[in-house]
């Protein structure tokens, strides 16, 4: 059985994933493809450190938002009231 959505079940998960991806294309971009003088430079390593921390933090609490409804599900099949 496949699963399509690579486990991104909740809105944290997914938005998460995508600021992840906005600092690779940011880290692309900035590394990749010559040197960036000015502004654009300062907003592609803006984009690149915002994208990465924020990625990160989403995806966790993410990930425990997942956990507890994993725990809670569990918990509420051993006790049925």
Do not use: H, K
Not at 54 to 59: A, F, H, K, P, Q
């Amino acid at each position: 059985m496949t699963r399509l959505g690579f486990g991104l079940t909740n809105v944290y998960l997914r938005c998460g994933v995508v600021m992840l991806l906005v600092a690779v294309a940011s880290a692309v971009l900035l590394f990749g493809f010559g040197p960036w003088q000015g502004t654009p430079r300062l907003l592609l390593g803006w984009a690149l450190r915002a994208g990465l921390l924020g990625g990160v933090v989403l995806y966790v609490i993410g990930r425990l938002v997942q956990g507890a409804g994993v725990l809670s599900r569990r918990a509420e099949r051993r006790d049925p009231r």
